[in-house]
Structures are given as C-alpha cells and as structure tokens.
C-alpha cells in the first residue's frame, strides 16, 4: 500500500544515516508520506487518540512506580503518600488512574468503528486479531493495576476473578495458584501483578507496532468500504492532511479526559477503594471497573448448570468465549460488502449490538436479583422444608391465609414468612443481553451475508471501480454492484 519510498535525505548526517540505518526512511514513509484514503471520518481519528493514550499510561505509570511500594503493609499508605506528600503525584495519580477509563472509551469506540465498517474483513484480518491480542492485553494489565493501591475492592475484587480462573477445569487451580503465589491474595500476588502491570504496557506497544506496520502493508479502509483503487486519486499523504484531522481530534479527547482529571477525578472510581484492604470485611457490592462490567454480566448471567457442568464453569467459559469469538469474527461474517453503509438490516442488528453491551454494563453494575423494575402488587411466600428435607415456597396474596399455612405447618419445617416482590430481575436482563451478543456473532453475522440484499454502491464509486477493472489494471472480474469488498 505504501508503495516505493518518496524520501530524499537533503543533509549530509541523514544521507550518511539512511545508508546505514534508514531509520528517518521509515517514520518519512509510515508518518508523513504514507497514503490515507481522502474520505476517512472522525472515527478514523481513534487509532492516533489511542497510541497517545499508550504513552500517557506509560509515562504516568513510571512516575507512580518510583513512589509506590509493593507490600500489602505499605501499597495502600504508599498511594496516600503520592496524593498527599509527592509533588503534583496527585495530579500524576489521577491522570493515570482516569487514563485507564479514556483509554478504555477509546479502544471501545476504535472497536465499534471496526466492527460497523467491517474493517476486520480481508484483507485486515490480521490486523484485527493483533488488535483483539492487544484488547485482551489492556484487559490483564488493568485488571492487574487495580490491585495495586490494595483497597478494599481491590483485595476482594482480585480474589473473585482469580477464584474465577481457579473454577476451569484441569489447569484452573494450577493457574490460580501461579497467579497468586500462594492459596490466597496476598503479598506475593501483589509483588507479581505490580511486577506484570510493569511489563505488559511494553508487551502492548510491541503489538501496537505490529499493529500499524500491518496497517500500513495493507492500507487503511475507509467509510465506503470500497478498497482504494487509484493511489494518485483517492489517496492524500499522511501529513499535513491527517495529521492536522489527529490532532484537532486529540485536544478535544485531552480536554474531556481534563474535565474528568480536574472536575471529577473520582467519578470513574469505588468509593470503598479508598478504604485499605481488609481481608475480613467484604464490600456489599463487588464490581469490576465500568469497562469491564459487560464480560462480568455474562458471568453472572449463568446461574444455571447445564448436565454435569455447574453455573460457575458455564459462567466463566461464557465470558472468555464472549472475547475469544472476536478472533473469529472475519471468518464469521460472510458478508462481500465491508460497510454498514451498505447494510441496512446489518445495520440495525449493529445498533441493537451495541445497546446490548451498554445493557449489560448496566446489568454487570447492579445485583443480579434487584429489580430491573417491579411489577403487579407484593406477595407473600411461605418458604419451608418438606418431609425429605426439600426447600418448598408456597406464595398467597392474603396475610391471613399466608399466616395460617405457616401456623399448620410443623415446627420442624423451619418455616418463615416474607414478602415476595415480583419484577423483571437484572439477572434476567443479562440473560437475554448475552445471548442476543452471541447469537449476534454466531447466527446473525454468517446468516445476514447470505440473506441480505445491500444497497448498491453510489455511481461515483462504481464508476472508479469499473474504470479499474475497465483498464486492464486489476485482474478482478468485472464487479456487480453490491461486491464492495474489492
Ligand atoms: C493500544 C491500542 C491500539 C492502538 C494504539 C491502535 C492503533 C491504530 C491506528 C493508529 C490505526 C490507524 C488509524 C485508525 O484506523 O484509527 C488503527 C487501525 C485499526 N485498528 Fe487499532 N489500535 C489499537 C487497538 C485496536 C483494537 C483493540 C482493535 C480491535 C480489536 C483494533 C483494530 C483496528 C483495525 C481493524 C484497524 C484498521 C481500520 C481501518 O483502516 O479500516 N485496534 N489502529
């Protein structure tokens, strides 16, 4: 896509370089002089928003590791210490901590965008996996840095999703017991999740690096989905064209990111994190982080065994599979048009895709037996053991009549008399969420590219197109009018 290099060396150092390590060459090419289709849109802006986040992660993440200590007696002071006694560590601490967020927006609308114009197709599906690779990436090194601080979520929240890793079958207990060093949280799983939460951001940007050098072997896309067909044409350089678009793109990202930093740093946090770790006191809600309440649902979403496999497991391989299928994705939709543009139907699904992993922020968020919305007037339900030790409940809509059964039953029956409210339950929600998401990619995805009939593509396009293959230049076939995909 690149094509033959356009660079000169004027100076004398630089042509004596480029000889030797063509290193100028290189950022000339991918940075100023590389093509970019003319008719990219803002949600192309993303990519450069998310390298920027990369550094700021990193750069903040080194300052705060020369004040913080790794040991469960110090981690939680060490961070107070940052916020209260370290210059401008408070500013330092609340960049990095709210730049998890940003940068999770980011990767999230950077994955939509792919998602809606269908940027995973050929011939980007490696790009799209070393995206999806540097997606599960984030995800270990912010479930890691969370830790850190050693607040009360923190300790309980790492014991949860470790118990998790410890319910697969066969490796699982290994796993977990790596992971924490020990039978339990504790100091060692802090020195090691400090040590990874260290490394993995460098493991990231030497994917990120894979990632832009196999964008730049096959190109970017573009909103029409149509794969550029005149170079000369259809292409402007990098620079000044995009990086001016970047960039416009990037201050008003920061400036979002500082009204979050300086108005309201602790929007994005759990209160209960500001209180030290306390192995025998369990919050009352344990929740991951926003950006990962969506996977959390469809755990908690199975709450039922399947034959011999229990709801914990069943729970566990639904959230790994709901990541995993993502690697799939190019081979699932088989679709010949790359663009939603062009897919009214796909397009529609999409949207109902995306309300869907809102939904199940929100459903990961709340417990799972609250009540979306409550329904119809109380009950009253008698719950009690039967002869065979069985747990019974009977409902009655009287006091009178709920009373009296609960009086004839016998004392050994244990029975006790509640209110039974009546509503749609979170856990419900979820339930139809999670499984509209995988039917999304399992059955909607490979059907729709047989079944669907897009909107064929506008003259101005197909005319370029045809002209190309017209002129002898391309060894496609003539092209029909929805096979956008060349
Ligand atoms: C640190 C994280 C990431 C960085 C720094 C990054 C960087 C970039 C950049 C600079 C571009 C070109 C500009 C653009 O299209 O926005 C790009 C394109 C792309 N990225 Fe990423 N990316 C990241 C994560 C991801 C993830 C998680 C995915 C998907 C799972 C992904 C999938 C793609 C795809 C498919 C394209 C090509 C889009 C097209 O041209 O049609 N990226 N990325």
């Not at 110090?74 to 916020?83: G, N, P």
């Not at 001016?244 to 759990?270: H, Q, R, S």
């Not at 299928?325 to 010949?336: V, Y």
């Not at 003259?459 to 230049?473: L, N, P, Q, T, Y």
Request: glycine content about 8%.
């Amino acid at each position: 896509m690149s094509g033959p290099s356009t660079y000169e060396p004027k100076t004398g150092f630089t042509k004596w370089l480029d000889a030797r390590l063509p290193i100028v060459r290189l950022g000339y090419d991918s940075m100023i002089d590389f093509p970019t289709p003319k008719n990219l849109n803002y949600w192309w802006t993303f990519g450069g928003i998310l390298a920027l986040c990369l550094v700021i992660q990193i750069v903040t993440g080194i300052v705060l590791a020369m004040h913080y200590v790794a040991n469960t007696s110090m981690a939680f002071a060490s961070v107070q210490h940052i916020m209260r006694d370290v210059d401008f560590g408070w500013l330092v601490r609340y960049i990095h901590a709210n730049g998890a967020g940003m940068f999770f927006l980011a990767v999230y609308i950077h994955m939509f965008r792919g998602l809606y114009y269908g940027s995973y197709k050929a011939p980007r599906e490696v790009l799209w996996i070393l995206g999806v690779v540097i997606y599960l990436l984030m995800m270990a090194t912010a479930f890691m840095g969370y830790v850190l601080p050693w607040g009360q979520m923190s300790f309980h929240g790492s014991s949860v999703i470790t118990n998790l890793i410890g319910a697969l079958p066969i490796v699982g207990p290994a796993v977990k017991t790596y992971l924490l060093g020990g039978a339990a949280v504790g100091d060692p799983t802090l020195n090691r999740f400090f040590s990874l939460h260290y490394l993995l951001p460098f493991v990231i940007a030497g994917v990120v690096i894979l990632h832009i050098w196999a964008l730049h072997v096959v190109g970017n896309g573009n909103p029409t989905g149509v794969s550029v067909q005149d170079i000369k044409k259809d292409t402007v350089p990098f620079h000044p064209y995009y990086t001016v678009k970047d960039g416009f793109a990037i201050i008003l990202f920061l400036t979002m990111f500082a009204v979050f930093v300086f108005f309201f740093p602790e929007a994005m946090g759990k209160t209960d994190n500001s209180i030290e770790a306390n192995p025998l006191q369990t919050p009352a809600h344990i929740v991951p982080e926003w950006y990962l309440l969506p996977f959390y649902a469809i755990l908690k979403s199975v709450t039922f065994d399947i034959g011999p496999i229990p709801a914990k497991l069943l729970g566990v391989l639904a959230m790994f599979g709901s990541i995993l299928i993502l690697f799939a994705l190019p081979w699932l939709d088989t679709s010949k048009v790359r663009s939603m543009r062009y897919r009214p139907l796909a397009r529609q699904l999409f949207v109902l895709f995306v309300l869907a992993c809102v939904g199940l922020g929100f459903c990961g968020a709340n417990e799972p037996d609250a009540f979306v919305f409550k329904t119809g007037k109380d009950r009253l339900q008698v719950e009690y053991s039967d002869a065979n030790g069985r747990a019974q409940t009977k409902f009655f809509d009287q006091f009178s009549e709920a009373n009296a059964y609960k009086e004839s039953l016998p004392t050994a029956a244990g029975a006790s008399l509640q209110v039974a409210e009546s509503g749609f339950k979170w856990k419900w929600l979820s339930q139809i969420l999670a499984a509209y998401y995988f039917i999304y990619f399992l059955v909607l995805m490979p059907l729709l590219g047989v079944i669907e009939k897009p909107k064929p593509r506008p003259a101005s396009i197909a005319d370029s197109v045809h002209k190309r293959s017209g002129s002898g230049r391309s060894s496609s076939a003539p092209v029909a009018a929805p096979q956008h995909a060349e």
